[in-house]
């Protein structure tokens, strides 16, 4: 039986566009396709603004209910056919390569894809490849937790293991602190996305260097790096993300090392086509994982690194993901040479009533945006994790001594009160 087909161009179909998975409907239009978008579309998962234009077709169901998501996305790949299905977030990685493999589409491998959501799980592959990582011990409860670090040792980092955006991620250094963080880990009420933590962490050796993060996709078994991210984190003992810079300023033996790290590590993950960001430290100057995500970096990140290449990541990840391949992409000259994001917060206020400086940093040749996430009189969250950030400023540098200037001059020019 055949089942009917209306003729048009190929249609791309994303589960959850949030953060960078929003530039994928863009460029899939780009890329000559129709785009059709799965959303919950309410609560924290209400479709950002602006997306809505770069959609053509909006199916509205709870995208954590996999029987109902498979149901819809099956009928509607019957109804005609998709060439392409790609998570518009990291959570949906696992059930897109469910889906991509039920309708034999291009896409992760299902063991692969658990593998790059599960932080126990990618620790043990890439062990197992023989690549080093930090050490590493797994709890479930309260009771697990002295045997862990007594595997690990302090100062070690708590986190959950498939959690994101360093939410209660945190550095412990000792017995108290690792049961006070851990309480406040299973007590947060708060959801992501519709998801809870469940009470499964991680405890690892604490990497004490430099954090990077490797841009790149697969495309026809090729792991390509497209760009090296350095990132720039708030006081211990969080792991806010405070800004990035594209590129990291290494020296060539240092990005050899990385290179064929971060290329070895995706190959040990079987993540055999898509965007990979692969975030790592350099303690002593050598490579070590944090993790590997199967999608596009966060926080603007293609967006930096397509102002300082040239190249369109999300480009590359629709045409990587619906068989076009990188050459239907085209690769334009970098508008400058190096781009950064610098996010504003306010340590210390709960809310704030008046900004001062944006202005004067938007005029600014260098700074290409300045935008507020929180309006006069919103609560801040706690500085523990992304949310409690205010907003940020994009910006160009003629050099990685540049960015870190015009960093410096974000970071005295402007203030909350
Ligand atoms: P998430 O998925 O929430 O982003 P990560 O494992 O990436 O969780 O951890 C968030 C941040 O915490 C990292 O970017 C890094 O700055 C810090 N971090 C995580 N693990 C370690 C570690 N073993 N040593 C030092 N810092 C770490
Ligand atoms: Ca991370
Ligand atoms: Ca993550």
Redesign the pocket.
Known sequence: MTSPRTPGPGRVLVVEPMSSGVALLRAAHDLGLETVVVSHDRDDRRLPDGVRRDIDTLLTLDTNDEPALTAAVTALHAERQLVGILPGFEFYVPVVARLAARLGLPGLPAPQAAAVRD?ALMRRRVEAAGLRV?RYAPACSAAELDAAAEAVGFPC?L?PTD?????H?VRVDDRAELHSAYRNLVGDPRSDLGRRLDGKILL????DGP?LSVEGYVTDGQVRIVAVTRKF?GPEPH?VELGHVVHADLTPSVRRAVDAYVTAVVAALGVTVGPFHC?L?LPGGAPVL??LAARMGGDRIPQLVEIASGVPLAHLAVAAHTGLGPDAVPVRSPRAKFAGIHFLTAPGLDRYRAVHGLDTLRGRPDVLAAELYLRPGETIPPATDFRCRLGHVLFTADSYADALEVRRLIDLGVSFE
């Open positions: 932080k930090p980092v986190k959690s994101a955006g360093s939410i991620v690892e050796e604490y990497l954090e984190l792991f975030e430290r944090i993790e």
